[in-house]
């Protein structure tokens, strides 16, 4: 046996090889793509993450070597060692398409039995067979780019904070349940029978008190978990580039600096410079009267205009019923969007399954007004419309031949909701979004509140450490539903990528934010004592934000699913289908903790 058989060391790796390496000898391993025997002539097509390199057996290998060589299947792993040499016929298919390696040592180094799908990126297998096999569904290149590209996220966003005097400081995983938004994670404790840790939600807190504690610049790449109906692109746990800054009292204060981390992510991953100016801002406020949406996407231009007032007078009794709410803070309106230039595009069955979709918006229906070219106006509403409201939309609206309107007219939430989920169904259906471009903006001056219609009262947007704007720390008592906060979201192609706040520094601020929240000074007590103690002993004014690092990298990869860029993730009811968790445990473990199961189910 040759001295490359007993002490196997790789000296490259397969996709990096070129023009360059011609001549040398190299050792390469990986798994095997793709095998073609031509009788005297065998190829192997070597994968590792780099890449393919074609290997070659043809009649100057070794019998024993070639012999072994027609044994090799797909996925078998091997250990070559060759001489580079230019291919004669190249190819442009793959970056090693120049050269290939002419082998004179071969060892499996493992068999693998027939896959239960091809590893190949355009592979037609459903996502469930997929992710039983996650392991090796990883193996696809477009799958292992988006590592690579999440790592790259990492490591550029560690250089600019190191650059940027911050500390890398990691906060507790299991720490103290704060039942006020998403559901806790929640650990038995063994040792403290019947009381609970619970896993983070973010480092919110700690953070905060890592500020009081003189860090001043404080970062981590922190795993989060949150117990909530998931979404396509949710999950239970999740990975979030986590910041925090004292001595920071504007939203620019953050703003401003962290877009520096935005630019070397881009400029890192991509190549590509995203300018030497500020991203745009819009106030929130103008986000949804505009586009229905605080992550507005305003890759294409169509906009939500508000007609309530060409209503107020209106026979129609779903847009008058609309505009009588008044549900505490809530009000109603009348909105509409035009497609511009789109009404050939939409036959009554399409309008139907438009309407349609509205519903699944939470709309209880959607009205349409379409105008082809050379023809009339028909519309779903039109024996409620009089002349004059025709003429109103037209000018309101900007209403001409060849486009067609959708109108909603509902609790404004439920208008927004409606529109801007109908304007990215437009969008959509007549390919108006340039894919290929990447729009950035900051949305500002979030409300501090919110009307909770379930339960009667008052609820934070956010957390109920965000600091309200200055010039509306007067209204908090008197107009809660009008203060504005010192927030910010940082918004790309139209899915939020991040954001935070200013946070409250002042005693008597978070106690009258507490008490608009309904929290009793017991409450406080009970759930953030040990945070708001901390106030005691002198908070300098400080803000943050935090990426999720998971939906940065597929918006970077432009990949559509948050699956695609996690190693392994959990499906839709938050359980693993490759390793079957959550399961039970057994009765011992139970007894451990102190737990019995009510109603233990017999299989999951």
Not at 83 to 96: L, Y
Not at 391 to 409: P, Q, S, T, Y
Not at 522 to 546: C, Q, R, S, W
Not at 579 to 597: C, G, H, N, R, Y
């Amino acid at each position: 046996m040759s001295e490359f058989m007993n002490n196997l060391r790789r000296t490259t790796m397969c996709g990096v090889l070129g023009m360059a390496n011609v001549g040398e000898e190299v050792v390469v391993m990986g798994w095997t793509q793709r095998r073609r025997n031509l009788g005297s002539l065998i190829f192997v097509d070597l994968r590792d993450r780099t890449g393919l390199v074609q290997i070659v057996f043809d009649d100057t290998t070794a019998k024993e070597v070639f012999a072994k060589a027609e044994s090799i299947r797909s996925e078998y792993v091997l250990a070559v060692k060759g001489k580079v040499r230019e291919r004669s016929s190249k190819t442009d298919k793959i970056a090693t398409g120049a050269i290939e390696i002419l082998a004179d040592e071969l060892k499996i180094l493992s068999e693998a039995d027939t896959t239960p799908f091809e590893i190949l990126d355009d592979t037609n297998v459903n996502e469930t067979l997929r992710l039983k096999y996650r392991y090796l569904d990883l193996r696809r290149p477009s799958l292992q780019r988006n590592f690579i590209i999440r790592n790259e996220i990492c490591k550029a966003a560690r250089r600019f904070f190191d650059d940027n005097n911050f500390l890398e400081v990691e906060t507790p995983m299991l720490g103290r349940s704060t039942p006020e938004g998403a559901r806790d994670y929640l650990v038995p404790s063994r040792v403290h029978e019947g009381c609970f840790y619970a896993l983070p939600q973010s480092p919110q807190l700690y953070k905060q008190l890592l500020m009081i504690s003189g860090f001043d610049r404080y970062y981590q790449i922190a795993r989060c978990f949150r117990d909530e109906d998931l979404r396509a692109n949710r999950q239970p746990e999740f990975t979030q580039i986590d910041v925090e800054m004292s001595f920071v009292e504007e939203v620019e204060d953050v703003m401003h600096p962290i877009e520096g981390l935005i630019k070397n992510v881009f400029k890192s991953t991509l190549n590509l410079d995203l300018g030497e100016g500020h991203f745009r801002t819009m106030t929130y406020r103008e986000a949804m009267e505009n586009y229905g949406s605080d992550k507005p996407d305003t890759r294409f231009d169509i906009k939500i205009v508000n007609c309530s007032d060409l209503f107020a007078n209106s026979t129609f009794k779903v847009f008058t019923d609309a505009l009588a709410v008044e549900i505490g803070p809530i009000r109603g309106s009348v909105r509409a969007i035009n497609a511009k230039g789109l009404s050939s595009g939409f036959s009554r069955k399409d309008l139907d399954a438009t309407v349609e979709y509205a519903k699944t918006l939470g709309a209880k229906g959607l009205c349409w007004m379409n105008w082809p070219v050379g023809g009339e106006i028909k519309s779903s509403i039109a024996k409620f419309l009089s002349e004059d409201d025709i003429a109103n939309i037209k000018e309101r609206m900007n209403f001409e031949e060849g486009d067609v309107i959708f109108l909603a007219a509902d609790k404004d939430y439920v208008v927004f909701n409606t529109l801007g989920g109908i304007r990215l169904y437009v969008a959509d259906k007549f390919n108006l979004i340039d894919k290929d471009r990447y729009d950035i903006l900051w949305v500002t001056e979030f409300p501090m509140f919110e009307w909770s219609e379930e339960e009667n009262r008052f609820m934070a947007v956010h957390h109920p450490f965000t600091s309200p704007m200055t010039e509306d720390l007067d209204l908090i008592d008197v107009a809660p539903e009008k203060v504005r906060t010192k927030a910010y979201d940082l918004v790309i192609n139209g899915q939020e990528a991040g954001g935070g706040s200013i946070r409250i520094h002042s005693r008597e601020i978070q106690k009258k934010m507490f008490n608009v929240l309904g929290f009793t000074d017991e409450d406080i007590e009970k759930k953030f004592g040990f945070f708001v103690g901390a106030f005691n002993y002198g908070t300098p004014p400080h803000g943050g934000l935090a990426f999720g690092l998971d939906r940065l990298t597929m918006l970077i990869c432009k990949d559509d699913s948050i699956r695609d860029v996690i190693a392994f993730p959990k499906v839709q009811t938050a359980s693993c289908l490759m390793s079957d968790a959550p399961s039970f445990v057994e009765d011992k473990q139970l007894d451990e903790l102190a737990i019995s199961i009510k109603n233990k189910a017999i299989s999951r």
